[in-house]
């Protein structure tokens, strides 16, 4: 059973930072891409970032230069760092993880709230 738990949200102001933190489960971390995603209220779901197996990352443009993605296999945890947050950025944030070949096999966290005030 997949089990992925998100931690680290919360609130901060405009310009801070915060790291968010996934758990995964162990029997698909090593092999299985992993990404954030965000959904505000009203909108659409959308990427953040996404790492693979090997470390190779992607960011949603809105987030480049600011956002970090990173694992860890010996802890099976991915990480998003998060700076320089700006109020847009509020949003619920989930953990994903997708198998490389078979796309359907896709598992989702619960969700973590990051707020930005101005």
């Known amino acids: 059973q997949v089990q992925l738990v998100e931690s680290g949200g919360g609130l901060v102001q405009a310009g801070g930072s915060l790291r968010l933190s996934c758990a995964a489960s162990?029997?698909?971390?090593?092999?299985?891409?992993m990404g954030w995603y965000r959904q505000a209220p009203g909108k659409q779901r959308e990427l953040v970032a996404t790492?693979?197996?090997?470390?190779?990352?992607d960011y949603a443009d809105s987030v480049k230069g600011r956002f970090t993605i990173s694992r860890d296999n010996a802890k099976n945890t991915v990480y998003l760092q998060m700076n320089s947050l700006k109020p847009e950025d509020t949003a619920v944030y989930y953990c994903?993880?997708?198998?490389?070949?078979?796309?359907?096999?896709?598992?989702w966290g619960q969700g973590t709230q990051v707020t930005v005030s101005s």
């Open positions: 790492i693979t197996s090997g470390g190779s990352s």
């Open positions: 162990a029997s698909i971390f090593s092999f299985y891409a």
């Open positions: 994903n993880a997708r198998h490389p070949v078979y796309a359907y096999r896709t598992y």
